[in-house]
């Protein structure tokens, strides 16, 4: 062989040699990268997550805290609602359901009937309180 075909062929193996060693450290740093990353993203889950937590624990307190609240006005709604019309208003509407069963109110438990449109044992809800002169 001659000179210059050694002198080339040795080129083709360095350079086919430095290739090779640039895609190993390639694939190195690939894996160190997607490591870097996986970490980080773990950590910003657990950031985000703890930051997250007491905005919605604070959300169901308040939801819980609205839907207390609600809970006379929705008495006075809910039979409109229920198809218990008789019953809007009244303080002693219960319109809860157990089960099955649905709880009018204590002198009613079913509501009055179809024919019997007002209640004889109806008492408004008194919005403001009496002032007695």
């Not at 083709?12 to 690939?30: C, G, K, R």
């Not at 809970?71 to 208003?89: E, K, S, Y």
Request: proline letters at 6%; aromatic letters at 10%; one cysteine or more.
């Amino acid at each position: 062989m001659e000179s210059w075909q050694k002198q080339f062929s040795q080129f083709v193996e360095d350079t086919l040699q430095q290739v090779e060693e640039t895609l190993q450290q390639s694939e190195q740093f690939a894996d160190r990268l997607a490591d870097a990353i996986e970490e980080a993203i773990y950590e910003i889950d657990a950031a985000v997550e703890t930051a997250i937590a007491p905005i919605v624990d604070l959300c169901l307190e308040a939801d819980a805290a609205v839907e207390e609240a609600a809970q006379p006005f929705m008495q006075i709604i809910h039979p409109v609602l229920a198809d218990q019309p008789a019953c809007t208003g009244c303080q002693f509407y219960h319109g809860q359901a157990y089960g099955d069963s649905f709880l009018v109110c204590a002198m009613h438990p079913y509501g009055v009937t179809k024919e019997q449109p007002n209640c004889p044992d109806k008492e408004m809800i008194a919005w403001f309180p009496r002032q007695d002169d």
